[in-house]
């Protein structure tokens, strides 16, 4: 909800989180653009899986990180959404090599 | 002030130790002394890869397997994990001048007994599929192992102490006294030490210690720079490294002149925290450990020539390490001074490949008081036990 | 392939105190670039919108946005250019930076560096702070202010300190529901403090017009509470709070939940030193200044000459403190260049600047964080959000390896992730310190390796060597 009813987001994008289609708003950043989709969880952890979200939302954390057109380890909380934008959600992973 | 010692070892590096472990595994009462932090040079300042493949036959590489025969069971026998890992290695050639050497190489170790073989280039990129610079050959190893070396370090240490060997810390060493012709105390920041043997361990800066006991040793400070890449997921397990550092080495050019960083390749994913490590450099900078524009770049120019994409990964960080350079070899065991005093240093970039061997060999050398058989013979005498 | 920029005075940070120390620099002649990480120029004290936003009436916004406005005005009239989205990484000459912007490296050369860097927030470790939904005080108002956006339903904010009050303003404008404030601190440990307010009617003011907003919005502040834990599986579901000592010990059988989606917990700022430590400047540890600080002189100037501080960086002190240094620092890095700077000007900004400070040290001094806080983080608390690494994994390190958190950063990885350390570091060593017994800044600190923050190995390699 708007804090000021003059202040507005621009308009309408479409960009995708892992494979769905999702619509934001110009000028708002990646974190807020899955936020008012409902995506709180914007990835899981490499070793526990544990689920992570914003947590400082200036760029310090990197707690935010998703992969956005191939490139990982990109902040959602300091990338605009643009249309077309296609972001993965990093999952737990096993490194190679590792013992299960 | 500290008790009395059979043995102080001066630099609780990885090289510290081990042989501060083997002596202890022995019954002996040793103390570590080490001016800043168990671990803090470059111990912690390497990629802890455990490579074959890179050595030219000779003592050093028969070292470097022995050390390996080592390696295979150090976890069970210190009862610690230090994430050793055989994922292999393959170094590769980009022109015809490389090629030949690796093929030259490869057939000189293959004769000291290294399980390597050449492989042609269509085969590198399957090996490491990041690999799509051009590449005319490879010569793969697949023994070539890594660790944490934090780990090891930390383990080394912990079953000294375990067995009574104490370590301290943030203790610098200001003078080393004989009595007559044998060693007999060293003067430290905490006080004076009393022992029958000194081992110096100092790394890069056993030259210093040298000194205090009137012995020049060939070893310097040659600094080593690291890319740090984050985690993600999928990266090949197969460290790469260019051959273009390896001929230089081998061919005694390396790093000859100040000021040159002698900019190489390498690719080292560490499995337990999926991060990549890109080298490296081989300079002599003297002590300083911060990391250079020139390097950063070229460690990076490097690595996207050979494996473009990773130009898409986000480096997280770069250090350096002072590696304890010697051109011919590790100093181990007598080295001139005093009876009682000995030494366990330039292992280059190799200390953590080779720390075991160094901690068995000085443990042995000291028990028998120096008069037991030289270094060849003493690896020859594993083989045959083994 | 990489660009350059050259100029008299590079300024890192377009906060407060930067945009202040390029008015003043490029207001009496001189050329100055401002170097800024993030896309809309003001920092995380204006919070400018982002330029796609469609603001019909900007002198309808609320003070700080316009305060923005004005100062950025200035900053623009006098001369100065704003380079955005621009992140410092490195530094590998003097006077020479090394910057990433939208993807392309490039060099920085000046004849006078002004850090202007800021603070970041200093975290409240609890089980559950990992969890979606809890997040910093800062990041909320982040949210709030800039991105138009509540960050939650209903909402819990706690920690500690004065910058609690206008994150909550600004989430009730957002039109969430605050369901509570907890504040560790009480108001009978202000009081003795009380008589330091005197003559500093504009702040006194100030926190009197944030309380009336929460009063009218009908959010009750406790006092002398802390989060015990934060508990949900996917994301935040319930807050749980404890009443403290004044050693910030939570007492037992205290226990009260608050059902919240969003929980907002901070301890303050901590000052962002990553650049000065990489310029070689020296640091001392200031307890009353948020940690660490680079040393500096009167006139703003680091130990490294021609490199100078100014705001938050230089110790943890507010907005206006942070404005006043800008314009010091901004001055005397000028005049050092020849350009004709004011006796009376540097006088003014001198004593503004003792002024500010004092108010900011009484508010740290107040607000300090308790050293409860660090002793009750139990061992299978996470503490390095990037590398997963608890406080009990920590605390073995430190007992076995002893007082230096570089070592204890290697073998348990604390430190070593994309955050660098940003995030842990003040909490290693806490707890280093604790667990050895020694005082906090006697642990050593992290560290700090090029790049600052993670830049992508392709511009890495498209950097100039000149």
Partial sequence: ?100 | ?386 | MSFVLDADIAVVGAGPAGLAAASAAAGVGARVVVLDEYPEPGGQFYKQLPGEYAVPDRSQLDRDYTKGDALLAKVRAAGATLSNETLVWGSFAPGVLAVARRGEAGTVRSRKIIVASGAYERPAVFPGWDLPGVMTPGGAQTLAKNQQLAPGKRIVLAGSGPFLLPVAKSLIAAGADLIGIYEATHPREWVKHAFRLWGRWERVGEALSYRRALADAGVPIRFGHIVARAEGTESLQRVVLMRCDRAGRARAGTERIEDADTLCAGYGFIPAVQLTRLLGCEHRYGARRGGWIPAHDADMETSVPGVFVAGEVAGIGGAYAALAEGELAGLMAARQLGYQVADAELARARSERIHHRGFGDLVNEVFAVKPGVFDQVADDTLVCRCEEVTAGQIRAAAVAWGANVNFIKGITRCGMGYCQGRICGSIVEELTARAVGCPPGGVDHFHVRPPLKPVRVQELADMSLE
């Avoid at chain 1, 899955?34 to 995506?39: D, E, Q």
């Avoid at chain 2, 690719?267 to 080298?279: D, E, F, H």
């Fill in chain 1, 1 to 100: 909800m708007p804090t000021d009813h003059k202040i507005a987001p621009g308009e309408v994008v479409t960009f995708w989180l892992d494979g769905q289609a999702l619509q934001a708003r110009r000028g708002q950043t990646l974190a807020t653009a899955l936020f008012v989709n409902g995506r709180r969880t914007l990835r899981r952890t490499r070793n526990a899986g544990k689920p992570r979200g914003l947590y400082c939302a200036m760029g310090s954390c990197f707690d935010c990180i998703v992969t956005v057109n191939g490139k990982t380890g990109v902040r959602a909380c300091m990338t605009k959404v643009e249309a077309g934008m296609q972001v993965i959600s990093p999952a737990q992973f096993k490194p190679h090599g590792s013992k299960t």
């Fill in chain 2, 1 to 386: 002030m500290p008790a009395d010692s059979d043995v102080v070892i001066i630099g609780g590096g990885v090289i510290g130790c081990a042989v501060a472990y083997y002596l202890s595994k022995q019954g002996a009462r040793v103390t570590v002394v080490e001016r800043a932090a168990v671990g803090s040079g470059a111990s912690s300042a390497n990629s802890g890869v455990i490579s074959m493949a890179t050595k030219k036959p000779g003592l050093t590489l028969d070292l470097a397997l022995a050390s390996q025969r080592l390696y295979e069971r150090l976890a069970w026998e210190l009862q610690a994990d230090i994430e050793y890992s055989v994922e292999g290695s393959l170094i590769v050639a980009e022109n015809e001048t490389e090629a030949a050497y690796l093929e030259e190489l490869a057939a000189a170790q293959q004769a000291a007994g290294v399980p390597v073989q050449m492989v042609p280039a269509a085969r590198c990129p399957e090996m490491n599929p990041l690999l799509e610079g051009r590449v005319l050959a490879g010569l793969y190893c697949a023994t070539d192992a890594q660790t944490n070396p934090f780990k090891v370090t930390q383990a080394f240490a912990r079953a000294a102490q375990e067995r009574g060997a104490r370590i301290l810390g943030g203790t610098q060493v200001q003078a080393i006294e004989t009595e007559g012709n044998r060693l007999a105390r060293v003067l430290t920041s905490r006080g004076p030490l009393r022992a029958n043997w000194v081992v110096n361990a100092a790394g890069a800066y056993a030259a210093e210690v040298g000194k205090m006991v009137g012995v020049v040793h060939e070893v310097l400070p040659r600094r080593g720079q690291i890319v740090v890449l984050e985690a993600v997921e999928g990266l090949p397990g197969m460290r790469v490294s260019g051959a273009g550092a390896l001929l230089a080495k081998h061919r005694g050019s390396a790093a000859a002149s100040g000021g040159d960083a002698n900019i190489s390749f390498s690719y080292t994913s560490k499995p337990a925290s999926a991060t990549v490590l890109l080298g490296s450099t081989n300079e002599f900078a003297g002590y300083d450990t911060r990391t250079t524009l020139e390097a950063v770049a070229g460690i990076c120019r490097c690595a996207t020539r050979l494996m473009p994409r990773l130009g898409e990964l986000n480096a997280l960080r770069s250090w350096a390490g002072l590696r304890p350079y010697s051109a011919n070899g590790p100093l181990l065991g007598h080295c001139g001074g005093p009876a009682g005093y000995a030494v366990a240093t330039g292992h280059g970039g190799d200390g953590v490949a080779l720390a075991p061997i160094s901690g068995l060999y000085l443990a042995e050398f000291i028990a028998r008081d120096g008069q037991g058989p030289g270094l060849p013979e003493f690896l020859n005498g594993l083989k045959t036990a083994a």
